[in-house]
């Protein structure tokens, strides 16, 4: 089976649900917090429940960088499934905290182990799949991650018809479950190991992994990929972790209602938004080089108009077309980070070179996350996002005179 045409295919099906639980586990929370906060005091504050969603971000974008080198140099799929069955157990123990602190440092725990996964999952879809499937493949296995925010979005509806420390231990225990199916079914892509096999060896001296990322690092193409990825994911954390709230206070409703209306909406757009944008970049690559880098700024375009509207906007129409239309534009540019990334990068380096986009663009992510935390208590909230437009509208526009593929990788 490993060696089929169909296994490839079977790989995208298995980290699909991997991605669902990796994004479903950490974004459950940010509509909880009126359930928390009935029991842990600290979280009636808006700053202190940024400053514990931006904990997670922290330890993730610190994990990282090392994160894609170790995904490039070891089993990707004992790394994938050690990763799941440590945040899943780290959800299911979230649901017995007490405290503040028990709840920061489980947080920090999450970050750290759900960090392991991203770099190793894409990098092995992205050595399965041949340059006509690439962007389409990744797609698909991202709409895993916009499924799971989506449903992450119930988590006020649970703990409102259970309680928020069930709602913990029910997602964690699903993932415990399901890293017993990655155990016997997920197969890391070996070399000859089918007509697309890699010239690679995962596990090379450290050594020659390091003059690699040195080589990474003094590239000037790559930290156009740096700036391409971190600076949408200004706006990109934002909405993860600040829309719920953003359309509770500009709407005047309960979050129990603000929650799934806001991670649907963004999320399942952004799920139709990366099929589409994976279609057309496959497709536009084929003829033209920089297909891949125009179908990400279409993407990112779209998102501009949605900051302004999600921001100042009052009614349920303004604020629910912009959440359709970021998530649209977003999924688009989501799922070519690593296509992108693909045409400058040999395949020994994918890991290594994405998990320090994640390191950049995590950190940016736990800044604005933070940031709107203090924003919210001030009454600020929809202003600051309405002003990250004008900062996705400057990186469009670097990624359409700098980022120039001369060729195809492998």
């Not at 904990?55 to 499934?81: P, Q, T």
């Not at 649901?95 to 092995?124: D, H, K, V």
């Not at 600020?380 to 509208?393: D, Q, R, S, W």
């Amino acid at each position: 089976m490993k060696s089929s045409k169909k296994y490839k295919w079977i790989v995208v099906a298995l980290l699909w649900g991997v991605a669902l639980l990796n994004y479903m586990d950490r974004q459950m929370i940010s509509t909880m917090r009126p359930a928390m906060q009935v029991d842990i005091e600290e979280l009636r504050q808006a700053t202190n429940f940024g400053h514990l969603m931006a904990i997670f971000l922290w330890v993730y974008a610190l994990m990282s960088s090392f994160s894609g080198i170790i995904a490039d140099r070891f089993n990707r799929k004992w790394l994938i499934l050690g990763s799941l069955f440590v945040w899943s157990a780290v959800t299911l123990t979230m649901g017995y905290a007490e405290t503040f602190g028990q709840l920061y440092w489980l947080r920090a725990l999450m970050g750290f182990s759900e960090a392991l996964y991203i770099p190793a999952g894409l990098s092995l879809i992205a050595d399965y799949h041949e340059d006509r499937t690439r962007s389409f493949a990744i797609g698909l296995h991202m709409t895993g991650l916009y499924m799971g925010q989506a449903l992450g979005g119930f988590g006020s509806v649970i703990s409102n018809l259970m309680s928020w420390q069930h709602t913990f231990i029910i997602f964690g225990s699903v993932g415990l479950f399901y890293s017993i199916v990655l155990l016997f079914f997920l197969k890391e892509k070996k070399d000859g190991d089918g007509p697309e096999a890699l010239h690679i060896k995962r596990g090379s001296d450290l050594v020659g992994t390091f003059k690699g990322l040195k080589t990474l690092l003094s590239s000037f193409s790559f930290w156009i990929i740096v700036i391409y990825f971190a600076v949408p994911s200004l706006p990109g954390w934002a909405i993860k972790n600040w829309a719920p709230t953003l359309f509770s206070e500009s709407l005047g409703i309960e979050m129990s209602k603000a929650g799934p209306m806001a991670t649907i909406s963004i999320a399942m757009s952004s799920l139709i938004g990366v099929i589409v944008g994976g279609i057309l970049s496959d497709r536009w690559t084929q003829k033209n080089i920089r297909g891949r880098v125009y179908t990400g700024v279409i993407g990112l375009s779209l998102t501009i108009p949605a900051l302004l509207l999600i921001g100042y906007g009052h009614t349920l129409l303004p604020i629910l077309t912009a959440a359709l239309c970021f998530g649209f534009g977003f999924g688009m540019f989501d799922t070519n980070t690593m296509p992108i990334l693909c045409q400058f990068v040999p395949p020994s380096q994918r890991a290594t070179s994405y998990g320090f986009l994640n390191t950049v663009g995590i950190s940016a992510g736990a800044l604005i996350t933070d940031f709107l935390g203090k924003s919210t208590d001030e009454g600020n909230l929809g202003k600051h996002f309405a002003i990250l437009a004008g900062v996705v509208l400057l990186v469009v526009i670097i990624q359409l005179l700098f980022l120039r593929p001369k060729v195809q990788k492998a």
